[in-house]
């Protein structure tokens, strides 16, 4: 699986949009992005996933790069909630079982 | 039910104790993981079974084994850890689509995880 680039950590403003970025410019053709995110003390918990086209669903939007090297993950009105660490990851799906998890951005919601 | 239960969630242990950590799901997958996270680590994957079979192990030292008894259930069982062993402890589930017609498996992608089992060891 390609790795990923994910800055540290991130402040946001409370109801403003929070952009995360993820470098993936290694990603081959049938590799997908996947996003995880984990809040203090919890298990890790799926967001979104996609393959090359923009993807939206009722927790955040997946922004996708046309050349697939990077991709933007947005929750469009973050609440305190959404503070955690989110995880990019890259994962060829076909007969892989693995999901390896890279070290993340921790995504702080500032009141 | 979309959950994945995991018993006990805090665990103390001495070195020489056998313990057991438990993970159970219903929700049909055929594919399980355990997972282990040192405090401000990511997840690092452990095992994998599939379809009650264990598919991946990462070179994980003996003293860990894992037992998947059943489609909905999957063990840990631990014995003669050592005090750097203590970890928050995962276990997630995920889907197998059926085989295709080539013979390979494809994943739905997502995994549940569970809560998480917190274990000590003294």
């Known amino acids: 699986d390609a790795k990923t680039t994910q800055p540290t950590s991130m402040d946001c403003a409370e109801g403003r949009a929070a952009n995360l970025p993820c470098n993936h410019s290694t990603i081959s053709g049938n590799e997908y992005v996947y996003w995880y995110r984990q809040i203090h003390s919890q298990g890790p918990q799926y967001i979104i996933h996609g393959l090359k086209n923009n993807e939206t669903n009722e927790m955040a939007s997946l922004i996708i790069t046309e050349d697939r090297k990077s991709s933007t993950l947005i929750l469009p009105h973050a609440t305190l909630r959404d503070t955690a660490v989110y995880y990019c990851i890259v994962r060829f799906n076909f007969g892989n079982e693995k999901l390896t998890f890279g070290t993340g951005t921790r995504l702080t919601i500032i009141p | 039910d979309t959950e994945v239960t995991q018993t006990p969630k805090h665990l103390v242990m001495g070195m020489t104790n056998k313990k057991s950590l438990k993970c159970e799901q219903h929700?049909?997958?055929?594919?399980m993981y355990w997972y282990k996270q040192k405090a401000k680590k990511p997840p690092e994957l452990m095992f994998v079974y599939s379809y009650e079979k264990l598919s991946i192990n990462e070179s994980v030292p003996s003293r860990f084994s894992p037992e998947c008894p059943n489609s909905s259930l999957l063990n840990l069982h631990l014995h003669a850890l050592q005090p750097e062993d203590s970890a928050l402890y995962l276990c997630?589930?995920?889907?197998?689509?059926?085989?295709?017609?080539?013979?390979?498996?494809?994943?739905?992608?997502?995994?549940?995880f569970g809560e998480g089992s917190r274990l000590t060891v003294l």
């Open positions: 929700m049909g997958h055929r594919a």
């Open positions: 997630a589930s995920s889907q197998r689509r059926v085989l295709t017609t080539s013979g390979g498996a494809l994943n739905t992608g997502e995994l549940f």
